[in-house]
């Protein structure tokens, strides 16, 4: 299994944007998928988005579908999550999760993944 570690989390005014990345070490991370997923407060953990180990298939929640965009480097053993116009209700720790079984269009719940990183915090202003 891979260790997967975020970063870039951090403090932004609502409008604003940051960038998540997720480092991979331990495993032949080009061939696994990667989700993001995020949780508040006293809520569960929900997706956020997922990228097929190819990268050729990406998959978003509606409530992110054009304003984050995921994508990946398998040559850094990297996956990003590029959010833009940032709103309050995006606040949660963020974690990506990746699984080497997952099928092109297969992977969006938690139970889907196998290896988890220890999350990175996002907090959005208003």
């Known amino acids: 299994q891979v260790q997967l570690i975020e970063s870039g989390g951090g403090l932004v005014q609502a409008g604003g944007s940051l960038r998540l990345s997720c480092a991979a070490s331990?495993?032949?991370?080009?061939?696994?998928?990667v989700g993001w997923f995020r949780q508040a407060p006293g809520k569960e953990r929900e997706f956020v988005a997922t990228?097929?180990?190819?990268?050729?298939?990406?998959a978003y929640a509606d409530s992110v579908k054009g304003r984050f965009t995921i994508s990946r480097d398998n040559a850094k053993n990297t996956v990003y999550l590029q959010m833009n116009s940032l709103k309050p209700e995006d606040t949660a720790v963020y974690y990506c999760?990746?699984?080497?079984?997952?099928?092109?269009?297969?992977?969006?719940?938690?139970?889907?993944?196998?290896?988890w990183g220890q999350g990175t915090q996002v907090t959005v202003s208003s």
């Open positions: 999760a990746a699984d080497r079984y997952c099928t092109e269009y297969g992977c969006y719940k938690t139970t889907d993944f196998a290896s």
């Open positions: 331990g495993g032949r991370f080009s061939s696994y998928a």
């Open positions: 990228i097929y180990w190819s990268g050729s298939t990406t």
